[in-house]
């Protein structure tokens, strides 16, 4: 039988996926041959898989670290969350529904059968599956019918290692608590623990590590430090917004706004991986930086609303000065459709508003349909002149004067708009600052030399230090390793 092992935490946020990643490395260096599979996964940064549906983009992020194109299989269930309440559920990469949260409790169930039936996909040519969890287990309140934590671990009979965090304090407790208060059935699927994040001498925790095993019986796998390398990987989860800004004084200033449903802000590390750009994020409360040399409108989930929220911001009539002071503004996706006109909705794919004056900055119209783009894409930079590659996830058609200047041609289609005087433009592919001679050439006309940074082999590369450190601290003992 293919081995396997589920990384579970405490908490969010403890750093499962990069974990996973690294410990998909260290098993594809040792001539593993490992898939990644997160059984459900709650993002609106999402990929397209080489199978032609949408994952979420960490595990598309553990694919690579495996060495292998990524299946929807190894993400069979994407919740989009499209309001506070509610999301958009991806199944097997297809778009399957709608729920809100008290509804999608009811409907778990349902999606057991799809999630077992990609984890025998995944299992099929593995002699390693490493599954990430969400969230935590300790969540006891979602455990009915549980599909992300639990639920699939006895399912599937996979032992579990869980992971605590001590950067952010209470890692014993954290640890004992779950022990304390998870019943007996999911308390036995858990094999050990890893301490993760951890600063300083190690061996000031030996004595944390004797107390966690004497209140719960399980081992320590080991003591994992803060891996510096985790910054150069593509980041899901919206927490680490408020971590993306690189520093100051930098030659470009690149201003985010930071949307409720923002979505694919992935996009931005290529830029952040420049050592001449300096990304600011800008929270809701927060003005956009008037030294700004570039604004990025980034991608949505839910574009009318954000739309909203972005007027009662006052970013609108900041984003206007910006243009008027010679800055520049690139919309992407969502973004893109913001920065026109209008925004028409019929059939209220997105909400009870339908239409929704844009921004103006282009003159183009969005009208939002029920077919849903997704797919990877090759392209072509029009203004520069040099080949592209992304990926495309996103309702609507946009049309209108500006899109005679197309951003770039995607699969021999024009895609995008420019304005007359190119400093705005809006386009639909994700992904498009990832190649290097582009991004230097668009850094070039923002004034800025674009360094040597070869962006995807230095998250190749980053991934193998990971591994390495890895390869020195986990214990002998960590299921699928010995």
Known sequence: MTKAIMLQGTGSDVGKTVLVAGLCR?????????????????????????????????QWLQAMACRVEPSVHMNPVLLKPQSNSGSQIV?????????????????????????????????????????????????????????????FATAANVPVVLVGDIDRGGVIASLVGTH???????????????????????????????????????????????????GRLPAEDSVVLERMARGEGKALKVAVPVLDRIANFDDLDPLAAEKDVEIVMVRPG???????????VPGSKSTISDLVAFRQQGWDRELEQHVRRGGRVIGICGG????GSKVSDPDAIEGDVTEIDGLGLLDVETIM?????????????????????????????????????????????????????????????????????FRRLYLSDLGVSGGDVNYRAEVDSALDRIAAQLDGLISPDFPGFG
């Open 26 to 58: 260290l098993a594809a260096n040792r001539g593993l041959k490992v898939r990644p599979f997160k059984p459900q996964n709650m993002s609106n940064n999402a990929a397209v898989a080489d199978d032609g549906g949408e994952i979420g983009r960490a």
């Open 91 to 151: 199944v097997q990469g297809k778009v399957w529904g709608q729920a809100g949260g008290r509804d999608y409790q009811g409907l778990k169930s349902k999606l057991l059968s799809a999630v077992m039936e990609s984890w025998q996909t995944v299992n099929g040519d593995a002699d390693l599956v490493i599954v990430e969890g969400a969230g935590s287990p300790a969540e006891i309140n979602l455990r009915a019918n549980d599909i992300a934590n639990m639920g």
């Open 180 to 230: 304390k208060i998870l019943p007996k059935e999911d308390r036995q699927m858990i094999v050990g623990y890893l301490i993760n994040k951890f600063r300083g001498d190690v061996s000031l925790f030996d004595d944390g590590i004797a107390q966690i095993e004497r209140f719960t019986g399980w081992p320590c796998f080991g003591v994992i430090p803060w891996l510096a390398d985790a």
């Open 286 to 296: 927060d003005r956009l930086p008037q030294d700004a040399g570039l604004v990025v």
């Open 336 to 339: 893109f459709q913001m920065l």
């Open 369 to 437: 349909e029920p077919a849903k783009t997704v797919r990877n894409s090759k392209a072509w930079s029009v203004p520069y002149d040099v080949a592209l590659s992304g990926y495309e996830i996103h309702l609507g058609r946009t049309q209108g004067p500006d899109c005679a200047r197309p951003f770039c041609r995607i699969n021999d289609h024009a895609d995008g708009a420019m304005s007359k005087d190119g400093r705005v433009a809006g386009t639909y592919l994700h992904g498009l600052f990832e190649d290097d001679a």
